[in-house]
């Protein structure tokens, strides 16, 4: 098509560069690095969202290039001019406000080369707005008396959504220092913002008044932000200066719900390594929360709860060492900072309640994933992942299956070599930026011999371990053979030979019946085998969770009469259940019914989920299934000698 040729021949010429700028999914390199971001911003009336804005941005040339253009992101706000160095000098805009890539450029006027720094003003104003939407995110918003910036959108193409209110290049490859003087009308309203506050204010006038900050370590752009209200300011003591924003009608119970902080800055400072910034920063806003850098936009309504475990507290904190101090090159690799904030969350509640609360948490994680999230969002990559709905730019699925991924990655590891692998990758990347490759590359030390295959399982492939469970009859032992089954209805879905599987079983020793709990892992094709007395759980136990699906639990074990260490699963002590796999019910028949027995069905990590009790008399006992999904269970007969363990699947089509 020779006419869009033209077109772009004229483009390229236009622009100086044919260097296309990074789109929100693939950092393209460039020819500049942006050294600092010096702003003054004044916002003479709050309510209204307007602003008028004169940002400095400095650029670093990495190559020689003959009359470049500089170009920078600004959405839904008016040029008035553009300077370099100080002379006047032209700008043009690219795409349109639909475009991921919509952007500014300005005309530098001179041939550069590699070291030359550039200093690019530009002098905006208008009404500054959000991603839009049924229920907007990125952008700016005035809500109950505070007017804030959300750094990403959720639905919006472009995803760092800073350029609503800072001419800047709005892409996460490229990080920045930042210093700003924010102009407010009058001495109720005050800012909070990223980084260090400079107290040593120049001097406002009658009706104004300065708010100056500075952030001395590089910064994202999606991760700066201020939020303008008549806050009241909560200091905690720690050796890290902690500061909370509150609307004084809010600072009580806001002072109890942030009153953990502290201690969790001190845990994954042990952890993770040292606290990356000057300060931590938390300030309430309606909507939330985001891990805006040192100054964290938290939800008004958590912080107004009062609820001192704080979960999404610990959350956000830890993204200052995932995302902020390490930042995603581009957003194709956002699980780097929600699969490891939301893991976190674990290790906060292990910190404080300890490792069975640790290990319930990733279980509940791993069982909403596959139960709700993979449902609702579909089933995909943590790397890399659709945005169209039902998915969106941070679905739920990098946060619960990626915290899932991350616990397993220590249980493969174990705790030492994987924290310090996450320091070394934290500290390789600090103030910069990296991929997942970073990652595997950090976790080799750790993961060993199965780094490739873990990542190419969990992170680049899709889908989760479905398992059958076969309990058959080796001489006097039971033998237990666990199969995945998943690529019979999903044959992309690879085999996961890096599977750690926490199984407890009973087998016969010296001083009599042992119970194990170990994590175990499968063959090159997916089997793990081995013999015992009885099986006990699987993905259950004292050790770890993982992303796995039990299916089907079935016995091929003869009956064994009095052999009392010797547990037959699905025909012992004249219980047998029909029809296995169930629907809707199914019925305990037993040879034996002089008297009542209680009758639960448990889960395979042991959970129980029903309870009822079947009467003298009632050899065919009706049990409802109708509240359970498919998967394997065991029906657990109580009242005899010992308990008796049924096997039950339940199958419905769907
Ligand atoms: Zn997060």
């Known amino acids: 098509m020779i006419t869009n040729r033209i077109v772009l021949i004229f483009l390229a010429a236009c622009i100086g560069v044919s260097a296309q700028i990074s789109t929100p999914t693939l950092f393209q390199p460039q020819i500049f690095d942006v050294q600092h971001y010096d702003a003054t911003i004044a916002f003479p009336d709050p309510a209204a969202r307007t602003i008028i804005a004169d940002v400095s941005i400095v650029v670093r040339w990495t190559s020689a290039a003959p009359v470049p253009t500089f170009p920078f992101h600004l959405r839904g706000l008016l040029i008035d001019s553009v300077f370099v160095n100080g002379a006047p000098s032209t700008v043009a805009t690219f795409g349109v406000d639909a475009s991921d890539t919509m952007h500014h450029r300005v005309t530098i006027g001179r041939n550069v080369v590699a070291g030359n720094l550039d200093t690019i ?41 800073t350029q609503h209110w800072l001419a800047c290049y709005d892409h996460p490859s490229d990080k920045a220092t930042f210093s700003a003087q924010f102009v407010v009308p009058n001495t109720i309203w005050v800012v909070a913002s990223v980084g260090k506050e400079i107290t040593n204010r120049p001097p406002g006038t009658l009706d104004s008044t300065i708010y100056r900050w500075s952030e001395d370590h590089p910064t994202a752009t999606y991760l700066l932000t201020f939020a303008v209200a008549p806050y009241k300011k909560i200091e905690l003591p720690s050796d890290v200066p902690h500061v909370f924003y509150t609307l004084a009608r809010d600072s009580a119970k806001s002072a109890k719900s942030y009153s953990r902080v502290p201690h969790m800055t001190t845990l994954f400072a042990n952890t993770y390594g040292a ?3 000057d300060k931590v920063g938390f300030c309430n806003t309606v909507e939330g929360s985001m891990e805006h850098q040192s100054m964290i936009s938290f939800k008004l309504s958590i912080a107004q709860s009062g609820e001192t475990q704080n979960r999404t507290a610990a959350h956000e904190l830890a993204h200052q060492w995932f995302g902020d101090c390490v930042s995603p090159v581009d957003y194709r690799y956002a699980w780097l900072t929600e699969s490891f904030a939301t893991y976190s969350e674990s290790v906060w509640l292990e910190e404080i309640l300890g490792f069975s609360v640790y290990l319930k948490s990733i279980s509940e994680t791993a069982t909403a994933y596959i139960k709700q999230v993979s449902k609702s969002e579909g089933v995909f990559a943590l790397e890399d992942f659709p945005r169209q709905a039902p998915s969106s730019n941070y679905p739920q699925t990098i946060y619960g299956k990626g915290a899932v991924v991350v616990a397993m990655m220590r249980a493969i590891a174990g705790d030492e070599p994987f924290t310090q692998a996450l320091q070394g990758y934290i500290q390789s990347h600090r103030y910069a930026t990296a991929a997942t490759i970073d990652m595997k590359n950090a976790m080799r030390s750790a993961l060993g011999a199965k780094t490739d295959r873990f990542f190419d399982e969990w992170v680049t492939g899709i889908g989760w371990p479905q398992l059958n469970i076969n309990i058959g009859q080796d001489g006097s032992d039971a033998k237990i053979t666990i199969h995945q089954v998943q690529q019979n209805l999903h044959p992309t879905w690879p085999i996961f030979t890096s599977l750690p599987l926490n199984v407890v079983y009973t087998r016969n020793g010296f001083a009599g019946i042992d119970t194990l709990d170990v994590v175990m892992y499968c063959d090159s094709t997916g089997l793990i085998e081995f013999n015992c007395t009885e099986l006990l759980s699987v993905n259950a136990g004292a050790r770890c969770r993982s992303l796995v699906e039990t299916m089907r639990t079935t016995s091929t074990m ?70 359970l ?26």
């Open 121 to 161: 003003r530009v002098f905006y104003h208008g009404t500054m707005t959000n991603e839009g939407g049924t229920r907007p995110w990125g952008g700016v918003h005035f809500q109950d008396s505070v007017l804030y910036a959300m750094g990403v959108g959720f639905k919006n193409v472009y995803v760092s959504s």
């Open 629 to 654: 999904s498919n998967g394997a269970y065991n029906i657990i007969v109580d009242g005899g000698k010992t308990p008796v363990r049924l096997p039950l699947n339940i199958t419905r089509g769907e």
């Open 275 to 277: 606290y990356p910034f």
């Open 558 to 627: 003869d009956f064994f009469e009095g052999n009392t260490t010797l547990v037959n699963p699905s025909l012992r002590a004249g219980f047998a259940l029909a029809p296995n796999p169930a629907n809707d019910s199914i019925t305990l028949v037993r040879s034996d019914a002089r008297s009542s027995i209680i009758v639960r069905i448990v889960d395979m990590q042991g959970s129980t989920l029903h309870t009822q009790t079947c009467g003298a008399n009632e050899s065919n006992c009706l049990i409802s299934t109708r509240s």
